[in-house]
């Protein structure tokens, strides 16, 4: 009999976790055998490369001038509806719950006028909890789509445990944490690049983000320069967004720029993330923390804070450390610990490897497989 499914998977194809988990699940699934549709407005930015089993679907949204706001949630809508009747999809899988999972519950009762029942998973990822689930203008459609998925997923114990206590949720919600293809982190420290940004005294401090708010990467800048007083250092700070402008200035007013290298959005980070010595993740939330664990793969150690998923990721003491939202100066002090102890940074690199582990895509792959069984299953009795 062949297990292998044909699934659709919609995700945000932008720079950021989710789009990033949901296209290396794709390609991962399709390694496998399985045929895989993405479907999205664009096409997803680690997707680039070609496997005859992968296939990318766009949503395009008509310029109509009488819409003042374009209705992209109905064009999804109908796109998925389309290519599930015409690539006879077993399974959709949708990545962020607003507008994917609302569309996708939209799409399967389209389906069903057409005889067809799919089966919609839906994986929930933090900002469409933490942030916009709790604006009162999307909280009824996010319950509304959780509760009408036929499975439900969250990447973290603690982003399941604040949908549930937000929410009225009547579904189960299966915690599946984020992976990372640990075959891809070569952990190689290489002098060649790593002298491009340091001399050879100075250690490197790195943080990735898309700078949104919630990131606080003024936070970054102002535990670096506590850093650099008493310890040449260099930071890297990779991705763009909102607030760069804002660390930027802050960079200048506090006459480091000299020390602060921004790098703007890299589609490979794994390189980048290997000369450094230490992470910096200071945000105000985070469901997970994919590039932490990215880092770690990478063999550094991580500095961030203790909210959301992150200390699922990050363990205090023995990966990095963790501090309550804002408390740059214990941030700075931990960071300082590491860098002053040559001996206690190995081991706590040597820990964020071996945890990193934990998460190999070969741990977690098998827990979304047996999902879509389950429910494939569930569909032909
Ligand atoms: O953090 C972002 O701004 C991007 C966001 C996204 O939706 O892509 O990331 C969220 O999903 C990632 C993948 O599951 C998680 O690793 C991030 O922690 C989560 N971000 C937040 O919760 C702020």
Same mark, same amino acid.
């Given at each position: 009999?062949?297990?292998?499914?044909?699934?659709?998977? *919609?995700? %945000?194809?932008? %720079?950021?976790?989710?789009?990033?988990?949901?296209? @290396?699940?794709?390609?991962?699934?399709?390694?496998?055998?399985?045929?895989?549709?993405?479907?999205?407005?664009?096409?997803?930015?680690?997707?680039?490369?070609?496997?005859?089993?992968?296939?990318?679907?766009?949503?395009? +949204?008509?310029?109509?001038?009488l819409?003042?706001?374009?209705?992209?949630?109905?064009?999804?809508?109908?796109? $998925?509806?389309?290519?599930?009747?015409?690539?006879k999809?077993?399974? $959709?899988h949708?990545?962020?719950?607003?507008?994917?999972?609302?569309?996708a *519950?939209?799409a399967?009762?389209?389906?069903?006028?057409?005889?067809?029942?799919?089966?919609?998973?839906?994986t929930?990822?933090?900002?469409?909890?933490?942030?916009?689930?709790?604006?009162?203008?999307?909280?009824?459609?996010?319950?509304?789509?959780?509760? /009408?998925?036929?499975?439900?997923?969250?990447?973290?114990?603690?982003?399941?445990?604040?949908t549930? /206590?937000?929410?009225?949720?009547?579904?189960?919600i299966? &915690?599946?944490?984020?992976?990372?293809d640990? &075959? #891809?982190?070569?952990q190689?420290?290489d002098?060649? #690049?790593?002298?491009?940004f340091?001399?050879?005294?100075e250690?490197?401090?790195?943080?990735?983000?898309?700078f949104?708010?919630?990131k606080?990467?003024?936070?970054?800048?102002?535990?670096f320069?506590k850093?650099?007083?008493?310890?040449?250092?260099?930071?890297?700070?990779?991705?763009?967004?909102? @607030?760069?402008l804002?660390?930027?200035? $802050?960079?200048r007013?506090?006459?480091?720029?000299?020390?602060?290298?921004?790098?703007?959005?890299?589609k490979?980070i794994?390189k980048?993330?290997?000369?450094?010595?230490?992470?910096?993740?200071?945000?105000?939330?985070?469901?997970?923390g #994919? +590039?932490?664990?990215?880092?770690?793969?990478?063999?550094?150690?991580?500095?961030?804070?203790?909210t959301?998923?992150?200390?699922?990721?990050?363990?205090?003491g023995e990966?990095?450390?963790?501090?309550?939202?804002g408390?740059?100066?214990?941030?700075?002090?931990?960071?300082?610990?590491?860098?002053?102890d040559?001996?206690?940074?190995?081991?706590f690199k040597?820990?964020?490897?071996?945890?990193?582990?934990?998460?190999?895509?070969?741990?977690?792959?098998? /827990?979304?497989?047996a999902?879509?069984?389950?429910? &494939?299953?569930?569909?032909?009795?």
């Amino acid at each position: 009999m062949n297990n292998h499914l044909k699934i659709g998977i *919609v995700c %945000y194809p932008t %720079y950021g976790g989710s789009g990033v988990v949901a296209t @290396e699940l794709g390609i991962a699934l399709a390694d496998k055998g399985h045929e895989v549709h993405f479907i999205s407005y664009d096409q997803p930015f680690r997707l680039d490369l070609f496997s005859e089993n992968i296939y990318f679907h766009q949503v395009n +949204v008509p310029d109509y001038p009488l819409f003042e706001y374009a209705p992209y949630e109905l064009n999804l809508t109908s796109k $998925l509806v389309d290519v599930a009747l015409h690539e006879k999809l077993n399974i $959709l899988h949708v990545h962020y719950a607003i507008p994917h999972a609302s569309a996708a *519950v939209n799409a399967k009762q389209i389906l069903a006028t057409h005889g067809i029942d799919i089966p919609i998973v839906t994986t929930l990822h933090g900002t469409d909890i933490t942030l916009l689930g709790k604006d009162k203008s999307f909280k009824p459609v996010i319950e509304y789509a959780i509760n /009408q998925s036929d499975a439900v997923t969250a990447v973290s114990k603690d982003l399941k445990k604040e949908t549930l /206590q937000y929410f009225n949720i009547n579904n189960e919600i299966k &915690s599946i944490p984020n992976f990372i293809d640990m &075959s #891809l982190y070569k952990q190689e420290d290489d002098m060649k #690049l790593r002298n491009c940004f340091a001399k050879d005294d100075e250690f490197i401090l790195t943080h990735v983000s898309n700078f949104r708010k919630v990131k606080r990467v003024e936070d970054v800048i102002h535990i670096f320069n506590k850093v650099n007083k008493e310890i040449p250092a260099k930071l890297l700070m990779i991705g763009d967004g909102p @607030e760069r402008l804002k660390a930027e200035q $802050l960079c200048r007013k506090l006459e480091i720029c000299d020390k602060v290298k921004f790098l703007g959005k890299l589609k490979v980070i794994e390189k980048m993330l290997s000369i450094s010595d230490v992470f910096i993740l200071p945000s105000a939330t985070e469901s997970f923390g #994919l +590039v932490a664990l990215e880092a770690m793969a990478s063999k550094v150690a991580v500095i961030s804070t203790n909210t959301g998923g992150l200390p699922e990721v990050n363990i205090d003491g023995e990966t990095g450390f963790l501090s309550e939202v804002g408390d740059v100066n214990k941030m700075a002090i931990d960071t300082l610990s590491l860098l002053k102890d040559k001996e206690k940074l190995n081991t706590f690199k040597e820990n964020a490897l071996a945890h990193a582990y934990t998460f190999d895509l070969p741990n977690i792959l098998p /827990q979304y497989e047996a999902v879509y069984k389950e429910l &494939s299953c569930k569909m032909k009795s």
